[in-house]
């Protein structure tokens, strides 16, 4: 008889800890991945990983977490699986310990604990400031050892194109590309598991990696999986602003004393101390992000009459520095020159991070049965704003979560994918060959690059930090004409190997199919919550809008749904954070 | 005066096509690295002859030097192109000079700049570079661990499989199957992790083999060139000294 086989699309750490859960449960892994799994986007995270370890003497605890997620995220985020996330942590990151994550430590041994935005207790698990490189080296560590046994076979330099679905309805494996050779292949298997990130390339620059496009996320879109709160797009404070990429200045500077200014009236104001007294520099990022955007655009008070404000760390003590934040440091002495040990660095807030994703059920399992989504892709743990070292986390405990619910639906298959014929895997190919021909023979007038950075330019201008309705109506316009330039395209690559002319422009159409996603997203929901906010309905408005947005793929675009948000736990309260979360809970 | 930058290119259209030299000028602009300049060569290809070209094919992701990917020679030196700044370069060598890039010479070329260095994860699976827990689930609080070897141990851990090590030693090459300077270092890192070293022999064993510790030369270019500035001759002498030790017990246990 045969076995089932599970297919992981990404290798970041949603991707490899679903596989290595799979793994133990001694079922065969298929893992596909745009890079080596090594160089995945997770590798990027800086600052640390959330967990209510309570070794400091702070009473810290799983609710305490649960709570300031659930606060942070203005109570949009499902409350169980966000409490089942926060009471696994400890768990999960002593074993994260165990797998030889080079956590920092303190003098005693144990784990070492900072600060992050959004919360009082120290509760962030840290190694320097790579926790990202250091959590997805030891995940990608381990699954190279279940890939020495034999149970996992990595097919790396491979785009994921569509799912196979049959005509039941379910999804019997995958086509996917070799982005070298540029053959299409169809992959076999029992679920499939998308592990594939957000999609910061749609708004051109980010703190993201550029295989962020959401591609994959676009592709079973347009196949029938619903997209949720896709309009809530996390916006960093602190970036450094270059011409190929804002790249990311952890929050985990501020945690560790970093203080963010301007000059008024020729004076250091420290504006995020003087706003929010109770939470100062730490305070959530969308709200740091809106203070700098005010600070600049709105009082024109940035330094040199720029965009941009201080992010300063010279008071600290050099030894310090090099210790805890030695990472970004570097980055900064890199990439701008300047030493941020002696003079402040000069940040701007960036694209950052999709909280919304793939919509699944509590077990990651989207609307195509089979299917399943996990990590950044997933819409689950964030609500409307995801607090700084929750990402980290979520993606961590959503392989926890989508590998084994994975592993439980195969055994439970009346017929494996290697039973049910050739028919839906022939189609779907024939689909994706077809269209890649399509694009190979384009010879129109724009060029892909330049179409996307314009893309990304109208996103910027009009579905960032501040929304007006307008401009979301006139961003749908241009995505509109730009999705008919598109046609027009010339795949200026005529090489048959190694295009990856033709894999972009590919990409650019889902690009441009998630975009309008976002910004209709953004043109239904008429108030303000978390990172989405319009100064025409300044407020946050339960009664019409606690509800998690659906989008549909239709061939005119998309078609929304709105669901009940899970608040069985924690009543929603107004989110302030002038004044502690105590008084926040008397004002109700 | 109108300021452009100037690339001299080595490419190659498949793996068994030979390389050829193309240039491309693009205008100038402050703060440019190789990787935005690359970007702005595929919006409009065409090289000094005036001649369309196809865009440039390299390797890059994370765009900060955390990820490796977009490794190759500039102006023969093995770096990453994102952090590869073109004011900077050009204070060495003077304002408009061609800034030559390669692929790195030490694995197969896949197209243009992109090369295949799976042999290097190959080599992590040679020496067994994991920690050989149980399994991933949750049981207790792990092992302690002092501060003072965190901070040794960190450093090696923050190696990103880039290649620039293999590439500047002269002993990594298909005859000696040397594994090179950075899963060496690995080894250090595993064996002094408290699980990692309850399974060392293992390790030192796989540095033993053919390709293993004995193809090091000793010619100290690794550790020039590494970009997170590992000790890498200083990890090589440990495992030096560790293999030594344990094959003197092996030998007297015999």
């Known amino acids: ?588 | 005066m109108d300021k452009f930058i100037h690339f001299k290119i080595k490419r190659q259209d498949k793996p068994d096509t030979s390389p050829r030299w193309e240039e491309f000028k693009i205008p100038y602009k402050p703060n440019m690295n190789v990787v935005s300049s690359l970007m702005e060569i595929r919006k409009n290809p065409v090289n000094t002859k005036g001649e369309k070209s196809n865009p440039v094919v390299w390797e890059c992701n994370c765009l900060e030097e955390v990820c490796g990917a977009c490794t190759m020679r500039i102006n023969g030196v093995p770096r990453q192109a994102c952090s590869a700044l073109i004011d900077k370069i050009y204070e060495k060598t003077g304002f408009g000079t061609p800034i030559v890039l390669e692929p790195l010479t030490k694995f197969p070329v896949v197209r243009d700049l992109m090369v295949d260095r799976t042999i290097m994860f190959e080599n992590l699976k040679k020496v067994k570079a994991w920690v050989p827990v149980d399994g991933s689930w949750a049981i207790d609080r792990g092992p302690r661990f002092t501060d003072r070897e965190h901070r040794w141990a960190y450093q090696i851990s923050r190696c990103m499989t880039c290649g620039c090590c293999m590439e500047a030693c002269p002993n990594v090459n298909s005859k000696s199957g040397f594994i090179g300077p950075s899963a060496i270092s690995q080894v250090r890192l595993f064996n002094v992790h408290p699980i990692g070293s309850m399974h060392k022999e293992m390790r030192l064993d796989a540095l033993m083999e053919k390709g293993g510790l004995q193809e090091c030369g000793n010619s100290q270019n690794c550790k020039e060139f590494c970009p997170k500035e590992i000790p890498l001759t200083v990890n090589i002498a440990a495992m030096n000294k560790e293999t030594i030790k344990y094959a003197i017990k092996k030998w007297l246990n015999k």
């Open chain 1, 1 to 588: 008889m045969s076995q089932p086989k599970i297919i992981v699309v990404g290798g970041g750490l949603a991707g490899l800890m679903a596989t290595m859960k799979i793994a133990e449960k001694g079922i065969k892994v298929d893992l596909i991945s745009l890079v080596p799994v090594k160089r995945s986007h997770s590798v990027c995270a800086q600052g640390g990983v959330n967990a209510a370890l309570d070794t400091k003497g702070e009473g810290d605890s799983t609710w305490e977490h649960f709570d300031d997620t659930i606060y942070g995220g203005d109570f949009l985020a499902n409350q169980t699986p966000v409490k089942n996330m926060c009471e696994s942590a400890p768990g999960l990151i002593y074993t994260m310990d165990r797998m030889g994550v080079m956590f920092s430590r303190t003098p005693e041994g144990l784990m070492d604990l900072r600060r992050f935005g959004g919360t009082k207790n120290r509760r962030t698990a840290f190694s320097g400031a790579t926790t990202g490189q250091q959590l997805l080296y030891a995940c990608d560590e381990q699954v190279r050892k279940h890939e020495a046994a034999g149970m996992v076979t990595k097919y790396e330099n491979f785009e994921f194109l569509s799912a196979v679905i049959d005509d039941q309805g379910t999804c019997r494996g995958c086509i996917a590309q070799d982005l070298n050779t540029m053959e299409i292949h169809k992959f076999v298997g029992d679920a499939v598991i998308l592990a594939t990130g957000g999609g910061g390339m749609i708004f051109g620059k980010s703190t993201n990696s550029v295989i962020c496009t959401a591609n994959a996320a676009s592709a079973v879109y347009q196949q029938g999986v619903y997209m949720s709160n896709m309009e809530f797009i996390q916006i960093h404070p602190t970036a450094m602003l270059g011409d190929d990429k804002t790249r990311l200045m952890s929050e985990s500077a501020r945690g560790d004393g970093g203080r963010v200014w301007t000059y008024k009236d020729g004076k250091p104001w420290y504006f995020l101390e003087d706003w929010y007294p109770a939470y100062g520099n730490l305070v959530p990022r969308d709200i740091a992000a809106r203070a700098i955007y005010k600070v600049c655009i709105e009082m024109g008070l940035g330094v040199d009459g720029k965009n941009q404000v201080y992010l300063d760390l010279s008071h600290l003590p050099s030894e310090f520095l090099n210790r805890r934040l030695g990472g970004i440091i570097e980055i900064y002495e890199k990439f701008h020159g300047d030493d941020p040990r002696k003079v402040p660095m000069k940040i701007f807030p960036g694209v950052h991070y999709f909280m919304g994703g793939m919509h699944t059920d509590w077990n990651h399992m989207t609307a195509i049965p089979g299917l399943f989504a996990s990590g950044e892709c997933d819409y689950m743990y964030h609500g409307a704003n995801r607090l700084g070292a929750n990402s980290l986390l979520s993606a961590l405990y959503s392989g926890t979560v989508s590998g084994p619910a994975a592993a439980k639906y195969v055994t439970g298959l009346k017929k494996l994918s290697s039973e049910v014929g050739s028919k839906p895997f022939d189609q779907e190919y024939k689909r994706q060959v077809e269209w890649d021909e399509k694009v190979k023979k384009m010879h129109g007038k724009e060029n892909p690059f330049q179409l996307h950075e314009e893309m990304g330019k109208a996103m910027l201008k009009n579905v960032a930090i501040v929304r007006y309705n307008k401009n979301l109506k006139e961003n749908d316009n241009i995505l509109q004409e730009m999705m008919e330039r598109w046609k027009n395209i010339n795949v200026v690559d005529n090489n048959a190997y190694g295009n990856q002319t033709v894999m972009y422009t590919k990409q650019l159409w889902n690009m441009m199919e998630m975009a309008r996603v976002i910004t209709l997203g953004a043109l239904n929901r008429n108030e303000s919550r978390g990172s989405h906010y319009k100064p025409e309905f300044p407020d946050r408005n339960d009664p019409d809008f606690l509800k998690t947005t659906k989008a549909k793929w239709t061939p005119k675009g998309p078609k929304f749904e709105w669901e009940e948000v899970d608040i069985s736990w924690i009543k929603p309260r107004k989110r302030v954070y002038n004044v502690d979360k105590e008084v926040s809970k008397k004002n109700g």
